[in-house]
T-cell receptor, first 113, second 113 residues
C-alpha cells in the first residue's frame, strides 16, 4: 500500500518563526511536490523536485524554500512565517515521467498567528 | 497558464441517484486528466484517470467522460452512497510540462440519505 506521510496534521506558529514541514514517501518516486490548498483556489504548486538536491519553482514559491537531501524526503521551509501563509499544505509524489498520478499525503493545516 | 475550473461548487443528491460533476479546462495541449476525491481532513485520493486518446473510461461505479472539442471533463458516480460525500476535483497535465498538474477548485458533493 503506497504511502505519503507528513510530519504534522496541525501546526500553530507565530509570525516570523521559521517553519519546517516534512514529507516522506515510501514508493521510491522520483518526483515530489508541495502544494497549498485554500478555499476556492484549488491546489497551487509551491515547489517540486524531480531528483535528490534538485528543485523547481512552482507557481507560488515566494516566501518558501525546499530541501531534498534524500529521495524519500522532501521538506518545505517557511523562512519567516506570515499570516497569509495560513493554509493547508499537501505533499505529493509521483513517478518521474509519463502519465502517472500523484499520490498525496494527509495534509498539514498550518495556522500562523 | 492553464486553468481548470468546475461549474458547480456544491452538488446535493439523494442516496441511490447518479451524480455528475463537471470540469472545464483551457489548455488544448493537456493530454492526461485525473479525478480526485478529498474527504474532510484527508488528502486527495485518486479515483480515475483518462488519457486524451480516449473519450470514456469506466471504473467501479465511476465513469469519466472527456470531450476534447469543448475541453470538458465529467465524472459520473452511479448509485451515489453517503460515503461518496466529499470534495471532487479534476486535474490536468500536458506533455509540454510533464511534471506539473493543474487542479480545479473542487465541487462539494453532499449525499442525502
Amino acid at each position: 500500500d503506497v504511502k505519503v506521510t507528513q510530519s504534522s496534521r496541525y501546526l500553530v506558529k507565530r509570525t516570523g518563526e521559521k517553519v519546517f514541514l516534512e514529507c516522506v514517501q515510501d514508493m521510491d518516486h522520483e518526483n515530489m511536490f508541495w502544494y497549498r490548498q485554500d478555499p476556492g483556489l484549488g491546489l497551487r504548486l509551491i515547489y517540486f523536485s524531480y531528483d535528490v538536491k534538485m528543485k523547481e519553482k512552482g507557481d507560488i514559491p515566494e516566501g518558501y524554500s525546499v530541501s531534498r537531501e534524500k529521495k524519500e524526503r522532501f521538506s518545505l521551509i517557511l523562512e519567516s512565517a506570515s499570516t497569509n501563509q495560513t493554509s493547508m499544505y499537501l505533499c505529493a509524489s509521483s513517478r518521474l515521467a509519463g502519465l502517472y498520478e500523484q499520490y498525496f499525503g494527509p495534509g498539514t493545516r498550518l495556522t500562523v498567528t | 497558464g492553464e486553468s481548470v475550473g468546475l461549474h458547480l461548487p456544491t452538488l446535493s443528491v439523494q442516496e441511490g441517484d447518479n451524480s455528475i460533476i463537471n470540469c472545464a479546462y483551457s489548455n488544448s495541449a493537456s493530454d492526461y486528466f485525473i479525478w480526485y476525491k478529498q474527504e474532510s481532513g484527508k488528502g486527495p485520493q485518486f479515483i480515475i484517470d483518462i488519457r486524451s486518446n480516449m473519450d470514456k473510461r469506466q471504473g467501479q461505479r465511476v465513469t469519466v467522460l472527456l470531450n476534447k472539442t469543448v475541453k470538458h471533463l465529467s465524472l459520473q458516480i452511479a448509485a451515489t452512497q453517503p460515503g461518496d460525500s466529499a470534495v471532487y476535483f479534476c486535474a490536468e497535465k500536458s506533455m509540454d510540462n510533464f511534471n506539473k498538474f493543474y487542479f480545479g477548485s473542487g465541487t462539494k458533493l453532499n449525499v442525502k440519505p
